[in-house]
């Protein structure tokens, strides 16, 4: 791995020359692992989705970039618009490093209309000399034009009395008429909490702290980073990323978690009274999820699609991540359950439907085979123990998953994927299912796999690096046999 100097990482991209960045775009069009139908960065390294928003009959969706190489330098905004969530326009860097405030990064935050307005709430990441942090959270205004105006200093200066300043990423929500800002914070005895500010005066540059959220998770996690909360079917929803949680069983076996609690939040006293957190994916590569409204009023969900402090086979390429597809959120038996967006069927070329049996030794079934595709494979009769399915398989690879019927869990084994992230536990990502398989919904692309189980009841989630010409789609079992029908739709649009 190539090592990297401060200076190096806090580069402005205003500051290289254009031969540099097409040398470097010209690279990374070169890459076998290019994404086709998911939000991946030009160039550089993308995180979290920021300021998603659907505006004035168009969608704004942002990331955090870092235009340079794969690693995580000066960050800025890098924004797309879009009229479905299917197709995005570029638009290049939306907001930037350029006051004193935000002069180490332009950090994540969220989107919200004010009196006919768009603007962005964010956190303003600066460094001192001794290279201590100060955190601050920032507005900006998006202009009828496009172009962005900050307001001149931040509209919350600095963390409250008894926090670090691991402070931010704030997601600013309407509840009741009013604006309020839910933020992630570190308290003074490393634990992860989440804080509420309220805006007044219906003033965009007064925010007045209302307190910490009270939780249940006393002891959850040294940070709480990315939080959001919305209501949905009746219920109050928040999500966060907390890091610093041990794995335990199946769970929490990456390096840094993302789930969600269901319950109600008292705004008078701040107590939120909640079931119990859930991941809100189980494969091996989600971080830092955001929602927000779509025009039909539903709500949607977007993740990174990768975690901080691992190594990603394409970071020698000059890039690194992307975004998930969209995911519509409902509120079913007490979880959250998850569905792809429904307009990415507009996607959809070249149907191909089989039906038949799989056992051990052969299966009866048509021998599809892609590398960006859909695939909805109905678990008609099952009396097999373990049902395998391989995609994205050669002589060389294969991206396995299985299914155990006994213990209705699913199992998405990477192993054999082709070339493998590093910094990562394990080869296998596993879950129980609250009731026996009856359906996949698989989306996969290049160098992604996104696993759909019985109609959102649990997504796993993971890049996956193998050869080109690992293509083929193979089914099996343990012992006994399924009846199955697989619908295979080429997902074909170039990026
Ligand atoms: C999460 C995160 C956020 C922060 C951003 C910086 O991945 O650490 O907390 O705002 O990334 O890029």
């Known amino acids: ?60 969706v942002s990331h955090q970039w870092f235009p340079l190489g794969a690693v995580h330098g000066l960050k800025y905004w890098f924004n797309y618009t879009s009229k479905d969530l299917v197709t995005f326009e570029p638009n ?3 907001l930037k490093p350029d006051t004193i405030y935000d002069s180490h990064g332009v950090y994540s935050g969220s989107a919200f209309e004010f009196e006919g307005n768009l603007y962005y709430m964010y956190t303003g990441n600066h460094r001192d000399e001794e290279w201590k942090r100060y955190a601050s959270q920032m507005i900006a205004k998006v202009k009828q034009d496009g172009s962005i105006e900050k307001l001149n200093k931040p509209v919350i200066a600095h963390q409250p009395e008894g926090y670090t300043s691991h402070f931010r990423d704030p997601k600013v929500f309407k509840h009741h008429e009013e604006y309020y800002a839910i933020l992630g914070v570190q308290t003074q005895q490393e634990l992860g909490r989440l804080l509420l500010y309220k805006m007044i005066h219906r003033q965009i540059d007064q925010w007045e702290y209302i307190g910490e959220i009270t939780t249940e998770l006393e002891d959850f ?31 929490y076996r990456n390096i840094y978690q993302s789930g969600y609690l269901i319950g109600h939040l008292n705004f008078d006293t ?15 590569d989600f971080y830092a999820p955001q ?81 960006q595709y859909e695939l909805i494979i109905d678990i008609l009769e099952n009396e097999a123990t373990e ?13 396995l998953i299985s299914y ?15 070339a493998l992230p590093s910094n990562v536990e394990g080869v296998t990502r596993s879950t129980y299912l609250d009731s ?9 692309d290049t160098s992604s796999i996104e696993i759909f189980c019985n109609d959102g009841e649990r997504v796993l989630t993971s890049r996956i690096f193998p050869d080109e010409n690992a293509t083929a789609i193979r089914t099996s079992t343990e012992t006994g046999q399924v009846y199955l029908k697989f619908t295979k739709y080429d997902l074909g649009r170039d990026k």
């Open 1 to 60: 791995m190539t090592e990297w100097s401060r200076e190096q990482r806090y580069r402005r991209i205003e500051d290289v020359n254009k031969d540099e960045l097409e040398a470097l775009k010209h690279r990374i069009e070169q890459s076998s692992y290019r994404q086709h139908f998911h939000i991946q960065p030009e160039t550089g390294l993308l995180n979290d989705p920021n300021g998603l928003m659907f505006y004035n009959g168009t969608y704004y």
């Open 291 to 371: 929602t927000f409204i779509d025009e039909y009023g539903k709500r949607i969900l977007i993740g990174w699609m990768g975690l901080p402090d691992t190594q990603y086979p394409t970071d020698e390429e000059g890039w690194a991540h992307c975004l998930t597809i969209p995911r519509e959120l409902t509120i079913e038996e007490g979880r959250l359950r998850q569905r792809p967006l429904k307009a990415l069927e507009t996607l959809r070329q070249n149907k191909e439907t089989a039906l038949g049996y799989a056992n051990k030794y052969n299966t009866t079934l048509h021998p599809y085979e892609g590398t």
């Open 92 to 94: 290049g860097p939306i």
């Open 387 to 399: 049902i395998y399915f391989e995609l994205r398989a050669s002589k060389l690879n294969s991206t």
């Open 436 to 444: 026996p398989l009856k359906q996949l919904h698989i989306f996969v």
């Open 270 to 284: 701040l107590e939120f009274k909640h079931d119990t957190f859930m991941e809100l994916d189980n494969g091996f």
């Open 221 to 251: 996690g040294y940070m709480w980073e990315c939080p959001d909360y919305f209501s949905l079917n009746g219920q109050d929803v928040i999500i966060f990323s907390p890091q610093g949680i041990d794995a335990k069983d199946e769970k």
């Open 404 to 418: 155990n019927t006994r213990e209705q869990k699913i199992t998405l084994d990477r192993s054999e994927s082709g």
